[in-house]
């Protein structure tokens, strides 16, 4: 079958597709070969099998079509009807090759497929994380290619083999895309061109990014003193006052509300929260964005179930009786309307956004997970962006399916308190990065707790991976407050040092995250998508590059120490004492205490910080934003660049940097950043700085010798 290219600005695709029997697709691209080895139909998941199909495209037996056409130069798209009830595909590759993508949960701690079978769904109580759960249809391999299967329907994808990839979809008409980098090796291609035939993340606004406190019951939690929820909120807001401790946002877990189980009377229960739109106002005021628990759950006895049984809107077979509760139809209008019209009670009192629980705990019939999830995110953001308008409030859900990225962040579900739990959480925040979902985080601490869960140094060290998470997110409360016995002040110590980090690497947070929003490249970065030719990458479940510029690698065990590879292609230097250098390519032991983290910033790095947002911080007299640009030069790198996100004028401004490696000489130019601060140079012997001016302008260092060299 000669397949056309439909881009007439390249009249010559790069991409061939021919045809073979039973029918599959084999793509060509220079020297990169793609075995598309079958089209998969049948009634049934389990009885799908290769089909047939003449050069025109005909199935076997009148039973169907196929097509094929370019939309790109790199990105073929894959139609394929037919009258089975399941349509999938099939791909080959060398055994040796690895596939990455579709389940944000890493199976076995591993951060590629191999051996994994599993549906689209939600995995329920898993090892490490309790639904963790987003998830989209599409994966990509070292073979060199992606692929993306554009339907809502449930399906499954298969692992099991080595150098095999499947999925089956549980519908009768199917479309997926072949997606090729643009140059060989270039991942981050593909999951731009993947981002472009989905979508990207929302820019968020500067409250999403935490550090976020939240309890699991501001109903009950915390100490003597106290007599409703809201004076909880006041305790933890002055708590952070006194100790001068940077934080942005809390969030009311269930319960809050009246009624069975708390939801679904669409209010603030007036014993603990006697004032609710007084109080929220007040928060505000302190600094504090406030979001609200949300689930698409009819809890017995509620407006919602009592609406939904008088209009049929809830899922059929699901007892109303359990604590589960049933799921409303929301594929019905009339129950959309009226779930949506009664959600937006919240913004009208103030809520800036909805923590989205559940989706995937038995309310629903399991084919419908998918379809209803997207559906319930969508509402949710509705009625948030009719009151604030869009990038004006968060929200994140545990379970999403990529349709819904641009309307949810996500967190990573019930994380375990323990070390397991901890490095989990590392591989899940990678793996949820090669989905597109680059708003993410984790219940620092772990959600899953005994008493006194979680031990000091456990918090502290997942106090630092929250650090350098696109997103801090902590959980406090009775027996695991950070100011409260059983903990000593050094735990408060290493809060106040890893939120107050985590709030000055805003500005380059923010602007990472404007790159994950424009291209679909993550935060959190597998170590491949940054260096690609070092087969060590591959594997690497603990270590991550933050943006560009930095290379993470969380202490996960007890004790304080590990050992940290460095991927080749750069040379780092130890983030913090800026001390030591580590060639790419090598090794070393690390052994920290718990004020540390293994941080590195690489070579040529250009690294925005800086207190550019006041959010809690009502200590400092006349708050004015600073900004500072940090710069790195090496020889080794002669010409480096950094794209800005100005959060003021909502645009980006390129800061670059070159080198004279002879003279020593380092030229920076600068956009307009939108905020007044300094450029520091880091060199042997000491720093150098100027003045940063928020219009833009241009600055020459001489004479510097680099600490990379």
């Given at each position: 079958m000669k397949v056309r290219s439909v881009d007439n600005s390249h009249p010559e695709p790069s991409i061939s597709v021919s045809s073979t029997s039973p029918f599959g697709l084999y793509l060509t691209n220079g020297q990169q070969v793609i075995h598309n080895t079958a089209i998969l139909a049948g009634n049934s998941n389990s009885s799908a099998s290769p089909v047939s199909a003449s050069k025109a495209g005909e199935l076997a037996n009148g039973s169907g079509q196929i097509s094929a056409v370019f939309v790109s130069p790199y990105v073929a798209k894959i139609t394929v009807n037919t009258t089975s009830a399941f349509v999938g595909a099939r791909?080959?590759?060398?055994?040796?090759?690895r596939f990455y993508g579709v389940w944000e949960y890493p199976w076995e701690e591993q951060l590629d497929n191999a051996g994994v079978e599993s549906d689209l769904r939600g995995l329920g109580d898993s090892e490490g994380i309790n639904w963790d759960n987003a998830r989209a249809p599409f994966f990509f391999t070292t073979a060199g290619y992606g692929v993306y299967a554009d339907t809502l329907a449930m399906?499954?994808?298969?692992?099991?083999?080595?150098?095999?990839?499947?999925?089956?979809?549980?519908?009768?008409?199917?479309?997926?895309?072949i997606i090729t980098p643009s140059t060989q090796g270039d991942y981050k291609s593909i999951l731009s061109a993947y981002a472009d035939l989905s979508n990207t993340i929302e820019m968020p606004p500067d409250s999403a990014y935490g550090p976020t406190f939240w309890s699991d019951n501001f109903e009950e939690d915390f100490h003597a003193g106290v007599h409703n929820a809201q004076e909880n909120y006041y305790d933890v807001i002055n708590h952070l006052y006194y100790n001068q401790i940077h934080a942005s946002s809390m969030f009311a877990d269930r319960p809050y509300g009246t009624g069975n189980s708390s939801f679904g009377n669409f209010d603030f229960d007036p014993v603990y929260y006697p004032?609710?739109?007084?109080?929220?106002?007040?928060?505000?005021?302190?600094?504090?964005?406030?979001?609200?628990?949300?689930?698409?759950?009819a809890f017995l006895n509620t407006e919602l179930y009592n609406a939904s049984v008088s209009n049929n809107w809830l899922m059929p077979g699901i007892s109303s009786e359990i604590f589960l509760g049933p799921a409303l139809n929301l594929?019905?209008?009339?129950?959309?309307?009226?779930?949506?019209?009664?959600?937006?009670?919240?913004?009208?009192?103030g809520v800036k956004g909805y923590k989205i629980d559940r989706g995937e705990e038995g309310e629903m019939p399991v084919w419908e997970q998918n379809i209803q999830q997207e559906l319930f995110e969508q509402l949710l953001y509705e009625t948030m962006v009719e009151k604030w308008g869009e990038g004006n409030f968060y929200d994140f859900a545990r379970s999403a399916i990529d349709r819904s990225r641009s309307k949810t962040a996500v967190w990573n579900g019930d994380s375990h308190s323990n070390y397991s739990g901890l490095a989990y959480s590392v591989t899940s925040g990678i793996r949820a990065g090669l989905v597109g979902y680059s708003q993410w985080a984790s219940d620092t601490g772990g959600y899953i707790r005994n008493l006194n869960d979680p031990a000091e140094e456990l918090w502290a060290r997942w106090m630092w991976f929250g650090t350098f998470s696109p997103v801090y997110e902590i959980m406090i409360g009775t027996n695991h407050t950070?100011?409260?016995?059983?903990?000593?002040?050094?735990?408060?110590?290493?809060?106040?040092?890893?939120?107050?980090?985590?709030?000055?690497?805003?500005?380059?947070?923010?602007?990472?995250?404007?790159?994950?929003?424009?291209?679909?490249?993550?935060?959190?970065?597998?170590?491949?998508?940054?260096?690609?030719?070092?087969?060590?990458?591959?594997?690497?479940?603990?270590?991550?590059?933050?943006?560009?510029?930095?290379?993470?690698?969380?202490?996960?065990?007890?004790?304080?120490?590990?050992?940290?590879?460095?991927?080749?292609?750069?040379?780092?230097?130890?983030?913090?004492?800026?001390?030591?250098?580590h060639q790419g390519g090598s090794s070393a032991h690390v052994?920290?205490?718990?004020?540390?983290?293994?941080?590195?910033?690489?070579?040529?790095?250009?690294?925005?910080?800086?207190?550019?947002?006041?959010?809690?911080?009502k200590w400092t007299v006349d708050w004015e934003p600073e900004l500072t640009i940090e710069l790195y030069p090496s020889c080794d790198v002669p010409f480096s660049s950094f794209t800005y996100y100005n959060g003021v004028a909502k645009t980006e401004a390129s800061i670059s940097m070159m080198v004279d490696a002879l003279s020593g000489d380092v030229a920076v130019d600068y956009g307009a950043l939108g905020t007044n601060g300094t450029l520091v140079v880091f060199a042997r012997g000491g720093t150098q700085n100027a003045t940063l001016r928020a219009a833009g302008g241009s600055v020459s260092f001489t004479k510097i010798v680099s600490l990379f060299d």
């Amino acid at each position: 079958m000669k397949v056309r290219s439909v881009d007439n600005s390249h009249p010559e695709p790069s991409i061939s597709v021919s045809s073979t029997s039973p029918f599959g697709l084999y793509l060509t691209n220079g020297q990169q070969v793609i075995h598309n080895t079958a089209i998969l139909a049948g009634n049934s998941n389990s009885s799908a099998s290769p089909v047939s199909a003449s050069k025109a495209g005909e199935l076997a037996n009148g039973s169907g079509q196929i097509s094929a056409v370019f939309v790109s130069p790199y990105v073929a798209k894959i139609t394929v009807n037919t009258t089975s009830a399941f349509v999938g595909a099939r791909f080959s590759t060398a055994a040796s090759d690895r596939f990455y993508g579709v389940w944000e949960y890493p199976w076995e701690e591993q951060l590629d497929n191999a051996g994994v079978e599993s549906d689209l769904r939600g995995l329920g109580d898993s090892e490490g994380i309790n639904w963790d759960n987003a998830r989209a249809p599409f994966f990509f391999t070292t073979a060199g290619y992606g692929v993306y299967a554009d339907t809502l329907a449930m399906g499954s994808f298969n692992f099991s083999s080595p150098g095999i990839a499947q999925f089956i979809f549980n519908t009768s008409s199917l479309v997926y895309y072949i997606i090729t980098p643009s140059t060989q090796g270039d991942y981050k291609s593909i999951l731009s061109a993947y981002a472009d035939l989905s979508n990207t993340i929302e820019m968020p606004p500067d409250s999403a990014y935490g550090p976020t406190f939240w309890s699991d019951n501001f109903e009950e939690d915390f100490h003597a003193g106290v007599h409703n929820a809201q004076e909880n909120y006041y305790d933890v807001i002055n708590h952070l006052y006194y100790n001068q401790i940077h934080a942005s946002s809390m969030f009311a877990d269930r319960p809050y509300g009246t009624g069975n189980s708390s939801f679904g009377n669409f209010d603030f229960d007036p014993v603990y929260y006697p004032t609710p739109k007084e109080f929220i106002a007040n928060l505000s005021n302190f600094g504090f964005d406030f979001q609200v628990w949300a689930a698409n759950r009819a809890f017995l006895n509620t407006e919602l179930y009592n609406a939904s049984v008088s209009n049929n809107w809830l899922m059929p077979g699901i007892s109303s009786e359990i604590f589960l509760g049933p799921a409303l139809n929301l594929s019905i209008p009339e129950a959309y309307s009226y779930f949506k019209q009664h959600m937006s009670y919240f913004p009208s009192v103030g809520v800036k956004g909805y923590k989205i629980d559940r989706g995937e705990e038995g309310e629903m019939p399991v084919w419908e997970q998918n379809i209803q999830q997207e559906l319930f995110e969508q509402l949710l953001y509705e009625t948030m962006v009719e009151k604030w308008g869009e990038g004006n409030f968060y929200d994140f859900a545990r379970s999403a399916i990529d349709r819904s990225r641009s309307k949810t962040a996500v967190w990573n579900g019930d994380s375990h308190s323990n070390y397991s739990g901890l490095a989990y959480s590392v591989t899940s925040g990678i793996r949820a990065g090669l989905v597109g979902y680059s708003q993410w985080a984790s219940d620092t601490g772990g959600y899953i707790r005994n008493l006194n869960d979680p031990a000091e140094e456990l918090w502290a060290r997942w106090m630092w991976f929250g650090t350098f998470s696109p997103v801090y997110e902590i959980m406090i409360g009775t027996n695991h407050t950070p100011w409260y016995p059983p903990y000593t002040s050094e735990l408060v110590d290493v809060l106040k040092e890893t939120a107050n980090l985590h709030h000055d690497l805003l500005p380059y947070i923010k602007s990472m995250t404007y790159e994950a929003h424009k291209t679909g490249v993550p935060v959190m970065r597998a170590a491949f998508l940054e260096a690609p030719s070092d087969n060590k990458t591959y594997t690497m479940t603990d270590a991550y590059y933050f943006g560009s510029e930095l290379f993470i690698a969380p202490i996960v065990n007890p004790g304080g120490h590990r050992t940290v590879y460095f991927p080749e292609g750069t040379k780092y230097l130890e983030y913090f004492n800026k001390t030591s250098v580590h060639q790419g390519g090598s090794s070393a032991h690390v052994d920290l205490s718990v004020h540390y983290v293994p941080a590195y910033v690489c070579a040529g790095a250009i690294l925005p910080r800086g207190d550019i947002t006041q959010a809690n911080n009502k200590w400092t007299v006349d708050w004015e934003p600073e900004l500072t640009i940090e710069l790195y030069p090496s020889c080794d790198v002669p010409f480096s660049s950094f794209t800005y996100y100005n959060g003021v004028a909502k645009t980006e401004a390129s800061i670059s940097m070159m080198v004279d490696a002879l003279s020593g000489d380092v030229a920076v130019d600068y956009g307009a950043l939108g905020t007044n601060g300094t450029l520091v140079v880091f060199a042997r012997g000491g720093t150098q700085n100027a003045t940063l001016r928020a219009a833009g302008g241009s600055v020459s260092f001489t004479k510097i010798v680099s600490l990379f060299d």
